[in-house]
């Protein structure tokens, strides 16, 4: 996949990622994702956009200060 930043290519990775809620804020670890080699852009496939999108909907009606979630367990 390239980049669509720079059009360098990417690779397979995870990443982490820290969300700001409004009352509180929502971390999601192990997000699979494409990273580019060259200016460290991070991509997300549309079922993974998906995904996250639900988690927010879910972690939003019971969200504390602060939820961490691990992608890989509930995806």
């Known amino acids: 996949m390239k980049c669509m930043k720079c059009g360098c290519e990417s690779y397979k990775s995870t990443t982490c990622e820290a969300i700001d809620m409004g009352y509180g804020l929502l971390v999601i670890r192990n997000?699979?994702?494409?990273?580019?080699?060259e200016c460290d852009e991070i991509m997300y496939m549309g079922?993974?956009?998906?995904?996250?999108?639900k988690i927010k909907e879910i972690v939003e009606k019971r969200l504390e200060d602060l939820t961490v979630i691990d992608y890989?367990?509930?995806?």
């Open 47 to 53: 079922d993974v956009v998906q995904k996250i999108e």
């Open 72 to 75: 890989e367990k509930v995806a």
């Open 31 to 37: 997000i699979p994702c494409f990273k580019c080699k």
